[in-house]
C-alpha cells in the first residue's frame, strides 16, 4: 500500500542548527500516527517538509506517491495550532471561505457548528474555535488529515468528541498524522513515533513503546532524556 505521506531519512538545517535529523515516517491510509515530543523536538518542522512547505537539507518527502506541490496539497487537510480560521470572520464566512477554495461552494454549515454560524470566530471559546477549524478542514473531504494539538484548550466533553470524528476519518479510509502532549490520547493512535532533538527516538504501538501494564507518560520522558532532551513540561 503506497503512504498518503512519507519522509525517507530526512533532514532539516537551518545555518548551523539541525532542526530535523535522519527522520523515516510514514501515513498510510485508514490509520492515526501519533508523532509527539517535546517543544524543540522537530515536529512542527517535519510537518512542513511533508506539507511542501519546507524544502529538506537531505533526504525525501512523497505526498500521494510524488513530490509535494499544489495539487497534492489540495488532498490535504491541515489544521494547525493557530487553527488557519479567520478570527474577523463569522463562522459561516469562514466555511463559505474555505467551501468555495476546494470547489465546494454551497455546501451547508454542519449542524455540529452551526449554532455559531453567525458569531465571529475571534469570539468564541478556544475549545469552539477548535471544534469550528476541524469542522472546516473536514469540508472538502481530505485524504490525509495532519492535526498539530488538535484538543489543546478543549474541555474534556469536547476533546472526546474530536476524536470520535478523527477515528471515524481514518475508518472512512483517511490517513491522520495528529500531534499532542496528551499520552490518554496518544493511546489511542495506531501508531505512534517519539522525535527528541530532531531524531526518531522511539516508534511503534502505545502498547510496544510503553508496555500493557507500563505508563505511556513515564516511558515518553524516559525515551527522551535518554536521548538526551528533555520533554516540554517534564
Known amino acids: 500500500m ?3 505521506a512519507e519522509a525517507r531519512g530526512v533532514t ?14 510514514a501515513v498510510s491510509p485508514g490509520e492515526v500516527v501519533g508523532l509527539l515530543g517535546g517543544n524543540g523536538a522537530g515536529k512542527t518542522t517535519l510537518i512542513r517538509m511533508l506539507l511542501g512547505l519546507l ?7 512523497r505526498l500521494f ?13 491541515y489544521v ?23 470547489g465546494r461552494a454551497g455546501v451547508p454549515v454542519p449542524d ?11 469570539g468564541l471559546p478556544l475549545g469552539a474555535q477548535r471544534q469550528v477549524a476541524f469542522a472546516v478542514v473536514l469540508s472538502h473531504q481530505p485524504e490525509l488529515l495532519v492535526l498539530d494539538e488538535p484538543t489543546s484548550g478543549t474541555g474534556p466533553l469536547a476533546s472526546a468528541r474530536l476524536w470520535e470524528d478523527i477515528r471515524a476519518a481514518a475508518d472512512g479510509g483517511a490517513g491522520i498524522l495528529v ?32 508496555g500493557p501494564a507500563a ?15 528533555r520533554p516540554a513540561g517534564a
Not at 455540529?112 to 475571534?122: E, F, K, Q, T
Request: aromatic share 6%.
Open 215 to 229: 505508563d505511556l507518560e513515564e516511558a515518553f520522558v524516559e525515551i527522551v532524556t535518554r536521548s538526551g532532551s
Open 112 to 122: 455540529r457548528i452551526a449554532p455559531w454560524a453567525r458569531d465571529l470566530v475571534g
Open 12 to 25: 532539516r538545517r537551518f545555518g548551523s542548527f539541525t532542526a530535523v535529523s535522519g527522520v523515516d515516517l
Open 179 to 210: 500531534t499532542t502532549h496528551n499520552m490518554e490520547e496518544a493511546r489511542q493512535c495506531d501508531r505512534l513515533v517519539v522525535m527528541a532533538g530532531g531524531r526518531v527516538a522511539a516508534s511503534g504501538t502505545a502498547e510496544a513503546i510503553a
Open 55 to 61: 524544502r529538506p537539507s537531505d533526504g525525501d518527502i
Open 2 to 4: 503506497t503512504a498518503l
Open 80 to 102: 494547525p495550532q493557530s487553527l488557519g480560521l479567520y478570527e474577523g470572520l463569522t463562522v459561516a464566512e469562514n466555511w463559505s471561505f474555505t467551501t468555495a477554495a476546494f
Open 65 to 77: 506517491g510524488g513530490p509535494p506541490g499544489r495539487a497534492a496539497r489540495k488532498r490535504v487537510g
